[in-house]
């Protein structure tokens, strides 16, 4: 040990004091902020605990949506793919101006002959989409064919026009072209800017289409295993229930007893008849063929809240508490609505008391909803349950608008198909019963 000087021995003991002072200090001041946080905590548990137990899990409080962004560029829409079984294949790229034997992949700016001309109907300037033929697409669970793979490849423009043949000028160029590849009529679609969807919420959206990712991304022509955020992936719920612009939310179920565990979003480009490809906004996990997807529906993001249209937290809890206190002087009404397998009708006599008692109840009210949930059971596919449980609903609605002689506003409709029907479908017996339409009436 080194020696001390005579300024150390000096001034030691003034040193060590104050050495003693400071730490005390400091462990005094840690303690007091440990004590604070303890005390906030202890003052805010009823809150959230009160949060918890109402389960405020509402998809209009989960879903924030971010500033407006061009969320479908060109690129989505001219160098993606789409998945569909017939489309027209007459143009061809027959060869190249190019004299060079050895090369097999154009890009912009090259020119390519086509196997028609002016006797076709084309003209000069007339835009092509290029394509390219890929495999079939096999669904990964029900293993039963989705349609044929093709790629988009970017733009051609007739820049010289024949009786029979012509040439093309490549533009815009995103995978390699190739001789045989062949043309669409290019119709020029108008790119999407919308507010980017920040789904938060732990839960799934209810009265959603649920389906399977079907195809995970694709590079130049090669399909990669996983996918991940800026990559597009394909889905099997097709255009009866999406459009181009809509959102969906990718999710995994682990075990039936474990809640679906929400992983991140997407929005969709090209709807086709069984199937859509979507490209993917986030996600926590990489995504692969299997994992699952449910449609955020229409009417739900109108309920939204903007990030700038936050309310502050006080506010929200007066607003749920006033919500709490009108929910104790609300009643209900219910009633179950059972159909015959695949038929979408009833025997109006058979349910005429039911009725006749929601009837009754509206008009002891000054404030009612009515709000219909069709199931369907097990028998049949996805899509065509979903449909059928529609039918129901849209059926036992057009009967309560003319029997009770109401507006269509004060309806809420849901469908569900088989995926949360209230039964398990082990039975003919428990299928039976998830033949229905469920009717509440809330009213006060």
Not at 163 to 180: H, M, Y
Not at 238 to 249: I, K, P, T
Request: proline share 4%.
């Amino acid at each position: 040990m080194p020696k001390e000087t005579g300024f150390l021995k000096r001034f030691r003991p003034a040193i060590l004091d104050r050495g003693q002072e400071i730490t005390g200090a400091y462990k005094e001041a840690k303690m007091r902020f440990v004590v604070a946080i303890m005390l906030l905590m202890l003052l805010l548990s009823p809150l959230f605990s009160q949060l918890q137990e109402k389960g405020v899990y509402k998809l209009a409080d989960a879903v924030l949506y971010d500033d407006t962004d061009l969320i479908i560029d060109e690129t989505d829409l001219s160098c993606t793919y789409f998945i569909t079984n017939k489309i027209p294949r007459d143009i061809r790229i027959t060869g190249s101006e190019d004299m060079d034997i050895t090369k097999i992949a154009y890009f912009d700016g090259d020119k390519m002959f086509i196997d028609k001309g002016s006797k076709n109907g084309l003209r000069e300037n007339d835009l092509f989409l290029i394509v390219s033929e890929g495999e079939k697409i096999y669904h990964p669970q029900k293993h039963k064919k989705v349609g044929i793979y093709f790629l988009k490849k970017g733009i051609a423009e007739i820049t010289c026009i024949y009786d029979t043949t012509a040439i093309i000028t490549l533009t815009k160029i995103c995978n390699p072209v190739e001789i045989g590849d062949f043309l669409l009529p290019y119709k020029k679609e108008a790119q999407i800017r919308k507010k980017k969807i920040n789904y938060q919420q732990c839960r799934l959206p209810q009265n959603g289409v649920h389906g399977n990712v079907i195809l995970t991304s694709v590079y130049l022509g090669m399909t990669r295993w996983l996918s991940s955020i800026g990559d597009y992936v394909s889905i099997d719920i097709g255009n009866a229930y999406l459009s181009r612009g809509d959102f969906v939310v990718f999710y995994r179920v682990f075990q039936k007893k474990l809640p679906p565990l929400v992983i991140g979003t997407g929005v969709v480009i090209n709807p086709e008849k069984n199937n859509a490809t979507v490209k993917v906004l986030d996600t926590s996990y990489p995504l692969e063929p299997g994992m699952n997807v449910v449609t955020i529906p229409e009417e739900r993001e109108k309920q939204v809240l903007s990030r700038d249209e936050n309310l502050p937290i006080m506010q929200t809890l007066e607003d749920e508490a006033e919500s709490a206190d009108a929910e104790e002087s609300q009643e209900t009404l219910e009633a179950n609505i059972l159909f015959n397998l695949d038929e979408k009708s009833i025997d109006e006599q058979k349910y005429e008391q039911d009725f006749n008692r929601i009837k009754e109840f509206i008009a002891q009210k000054t404030e009612f909803v009515i709000i219909l949930r069709g199931y369907a059971c097990s028998i049949g596919g996805l899509e065509y349950n979903l449909k059928l449980s529609q039918d129901r609903v849209e059926y036992i609605k057009g009967l309560l608008l003319s029997k009770l002689s109401i507006e269509e506003k004060f309806f809420e409709t849901y469908y569900y198909g088989e995926k949360e029907a209230p039964y398990d479908n082990t039975t003919e017996e428990q299928r039976r019963k998830n033949r229905l339409v469920n009717i509440q009436v809330i009213g006060k």
